[in-house]
């Protein structure tokens, strides 16, 4: 990055705890905002606004031990450049969707990227938290080692909890080494094929890091050492393709994503759902990624009719947007748990200060 | 501290009436198996931490969905409190039973429901056995990746509620990163399922938050695992050091150079004489410390890793490396490794093992530590160690049949844990904390923060039906902790003294 300013370093923690601890006592509501950058994932929070602006900086990194603790208005771009520099980075490749992007709206929302089905996901390398509670008190939960079981996982919980049950004020991560090889290929094949080639290739340990299909090819990265992803490459043959398009899927900046109106829905499902049961819509408009786990559409469809197809196939729905107002983003979650969420949300913020109606209208 | 539930410390216990509780069970649930004779429970009174034992007011064995969801409908109503028991082989006294309370047992749910080798999952009953699934997925060379030791009798469910780990969590995870879904029934009786066959759900991650739950916030029945392929190959180097801190070191050194081994694992002196003299694994007994390198993957990549791994562990300052050979030897190496806690037992009467993690640059100075504390209390310690994780397994070795030893035992234990504490690390990486560790709680979490824990307790389970008494210490026992801290130590002073004598 050119004339990069320094980076900023600031424990901004005291200053939010007393705004909650404030906002608690007189019951009003906050939105919690990192870069805002995601704010068109969920429910519009009609509230004060609450910075984590001034909360950033690395407080602890040590490569050897392979863990990074980061306070939450660190810009995401300044811990990936931090990691990359020592050879390391975040294996769930969160997306990016701009520079204002920070770490706590990336655990808030705990989206990840093309690499997910293969090296885990956000939470999966969570291994600690701070969190400001409704008290405006800082807890910590989990820590800076690899295991940790002392107590509830409360830390996992927190990661696309969209701070409704707490402000995320610092996260703990494991991070790993960069792969020693990358190689990226393009492979023309009709969707189906692409599908028996991924469920068969599935079943074999070979080095691969992405898989996605989208206009009439599969897009596959390999990932690995220099022997294993020479050797696969050479097996599975096809076009070689540019290491960037992971990074243009991944931050949603592929034509498919920025140009048209129609509402975008990410479509969660088993790895073989088959097609999903949508009149008019033709799954070869879609795209595959997460070898089939993920699905975006772009479709003018009723919320009810995509959520209840997903559901059938054995997954959920989120409209990504643009949302008419009636539309939920989520969803709906089923009776029994429903309740049991709110009964969390009451018990962790019985003032319901943090985020109110983020996920759903119920809490 | 007495480790048995107690009134004063961990709250009041409803006075139930074993007859009673026998009749309204019966009645609501006539077709399911319940124990109440003494010599019946009595294989029940402990887990596989033995040294505590209790004998539960009933023991209830259903075998179906059906008498589970009966049972807990019926223990809510009467405020029964339920104590959930997978194999039994949990090592933080977990599934220790209550006089007042009903012994849940689900062993008898044992059944693989699916293996599905395309979507690369199975779909199992809680009692199923860790390495059964493996063993069923084997043929579509497919396994599931976590190896607790007790990988041959410990159930899944039981994993669950633990969150356990293994010899390879470092590059594979624990539980809570290979589990994609469970089923569940509440304390209420209803059923719900959390996480998916996709890769995610909406609404909060309740998965993660009941992997390691001990059982706390509902009843597992039903547990969805993902399968990875199996690796192509498996090497493993064993290198030997004339000192601990040079094998710390090299850890450290083996992760600096970008690799991440599938298992890396560090036995001092003491376990290396034991389980050598157990099994043959053909381990340096002259070694101050071993370490255990596993690489797995492509075979090319892994001859790659290997060359690598050499070198790095040469210029640590290694003064002896042994690649495996074959298959063979590589089980050998690996049996000194996974039979070391029976092998240490074979030295000792009894021995008591520990779990803290610690950030791994802090090795030496805990390994001092523990050494220190080992010379003051007059027990023997032998250190096993997932060094790749920073997960110390302590081996407090003692007779407990000698007056007051297992007393020092605890409290040896106990400063262990919170030197684990006090150099950023925790009381527990993979047993959980159960009824073991609930002292250390208190050293560990500030009151506020154990308030929420029992806020996301309540939850679930407000009327603390499930598992009371484990996991989250009450605001009086800490208190307690606290306060005689001191006058304990002074207690095993004496114990000591009584021992020189």
């Known amino acids: 990055m050119t004339n990069a300013t320094p980076p900023r370093d600031h424990d901004d923690s005291a200053a939010l705890a007393e705004r909650i601890r404030q906002a608690g006592a007189d019951g009003t509501p906050l939105r919690i905002v990192g870069g805002d950058t995601r704010y068109f994932y969920g429910r519009e929070v009609v509230a004060n606004v609450l910075t984590t602006h001034e909360h950033c900086g690395i407080s602890f990194y040590d490569p050897i031990e392979l863990v990074v603790s980061v306070r939450a208005g660190t810009p995401l771009a300044e811990l990936e450049a931090t990691l990359a520099a020592q050879g390391q980075m975040l294996p769930f490749e969160p997306p990016r969707y701009g520079m204002a992007s920070t770490v706590g709206g990336m655990v808030a929302t705990g989206l990840s990227g093309p690499r997910r089905p293969w090296a885990g996901s956000v939470r999966d390398f969570v291994l600690g938290t701070r969190v400001i509670n409704h008290e405006g008190i800082e807890q910590r939960f989990g820590g800076e080692v690899m295991k940790n079981v002392a107590g509830y996982d409360l830390s996992r919980l927190m990661v696309g909890a969209q701070g409704t049950l707490g402000l995320i004020s610092e996260v703990s991560f494991k991070v790993l080494p960069q792969p020693g090889a990358i190689h990226s290929l393009h492979l023309e094949l009709p969707l189906d094929e692409a599908q028996r080639r991924l469920a068969e290739w599935g079943r074999e340990p070979l080095p691969i890091s992405a898989a996605t299909w989208l206009e009439g090819a599969l897009h596959l990265r390999l990932e690995g050492g220099p022997s294993s992803v020479a050797a696969t490459r050479a097996r599975i043959g096809g076009d070689d393709l540019d290491n960037d398009f992971w990074n243009a899927l991944r931050d949603q900046r592929l034509n498919f994503f920025t140009a048209g109106s129609l509402p975008l829905w990410r479509l969660s499902l088993p790895h073989r759902a088959p097609s999903l049961e949508l009149a008019g819509i033709d799954e070869r408009e879609m795209i595959h990624d997460w070898a089939g786990a993920q699905r975006w559409l772009r479709a003018d469809l009723d919320a009810e009719i995509v959520c209840r197809a997903a559901k059938a196939a054995g997954g959920h729905a989120t409209c990504y947007g643009p949302r008419p107002d009636a539309v939920e983003p989520f969803t709906p979650l089923p009776e029994v748990l429903l309740k049991y969420h709110r009964n969390l949300k009451a018990q962790l913020d019985p003032k319901g200060i943090f985020n109110p109606g983020r996920l759903y209208a119920a809490f | ?501």
């Open chain 2, 1 to 501: 501290m007495n480790i048995l539930y107690d009134e004063r410390l961990d709250g009041p216990a409803p006075a139930l009436d074993r007859a009673t509780i026998r009749d309204s069970l019966a009645k609501a649930i006539p077709d399911m198996l319940l124990l109440h004779r003494e010599e019946d429970m009595r294989p029940f009174e402990c887990d596989g931490l033995s040294v505590y034992r209790t004998l539960p007011l009933l023991v209830a064995l259903p075998d179906s969905l059906d008498q589970v969801q009966r049972l807990l409908v019926e223990c809510h109503r009467l405020g029964v409190p339920v104590v959930t028991r997978g194999a039994g082989t949990g090592l933080s006294a977990g599934a220790l039973p209550l006089t007042h309370g009903v012994l849940l047992v689900m062993s008898r749910f044992s059944r693989i429901l699916e293996i599905d080798p395309e979507a690369r999952i199975a779909r199992v009953e809680p009692g199923v056995r860790n390495l059964a699934i493996s063993e069923a997925a084997s043929p579509y060379g497919l396994y599931y990746a976590p190896d607790p030791s007790s990988q041959i009798a410990c159930s899944i469910g039981g994993n669950v509620a633990e969150n356990a780990g293994g010899v390879h969590c470092l590059k594979y995870g624990l539980t809570v990163h290979n589990v994609i879904k469970v089923e569940v029934i509440t304390i209420e009786g209803e059923h719900m399922t959390l996480g998916s066959d996709a890769l995610d759900a909406p609404g909060f991650d309740l998965l993660a938050l009941f992997n390691g739950s001990e059982g706390m916030l509902g009843v597992v029945t039903e547990i969805t695992v993902k399968l990875l392929p199996k690796p192509e190959v498996a090497k493993v180097l064993m290198a030997s050091f004339d000192d601990v801190e040079k094998a710390g070191n090299a850890v450290g050194a083996i992760i600096e150079a970008g690799i991440i081994p599938g298992g890396l694992e560090m036995m001092d002196k003491l376990a290396i004489i034991a389980a050598e003299d157990f099994i043959g694994a053909g381990y340096p007994v002259d070694a101050e410390a071993i370490l255990l390198c596993e690489l797995d993957g492509v075979e090319a990549d892994v001859d790659d890793d290997c060359e690598t791994v050499r070198r790095v562990l040469e210029k640590a300052g290694a003064t002896g490396i042994k690649q495996a050979r074959d298959d063979a030897e590589r089980a050998r190496f690996w049996a000194g490794r996974k039979n070391a806690f029976p092998a240490v037992g074979r030295m000792s009467p009894d021995y008591y093992c520990m779990d803290g993690t610690i950030p791994r640059r802090e090795l030496a100075r805990v390994l001092k530590g523990i050494s220190d504390l080992s010379e003051r209390y007059g027990l023997k310690v032998a250190n096993v160690f997932h060094a790749g994780d920073g997960n110390m397994h302590p081996l407090i070795l003692f007779d407990a049949n000698r007056e007051g030893e297992l007393a020092v035992a605890e409290a040896l234990g106990g400063e262990i844990l919170e030197l684990c504490v006090e150099v950023g690390g925790t009381i527990t990486g993979e047993h959980g904390v159960g009824r073991e560790k609930i002292n250390q709680m208190c050293a560990q979490f500030r009151p506020d923060e154990l308030a929420t824990f029992r806020a996301a307790k309540a939850a679930f389970d407000p009327s603390d039906l499930l598992n009371p008494g484990k996991n989250i210490p009450t605001p009086a026992r800490c208190s307690e902790f606290r306060t005689i801290k001191s006058a304990a130590n002074d207690t095993v002073s004496s114990a000591l003294r009584g021992d020189v004598e």
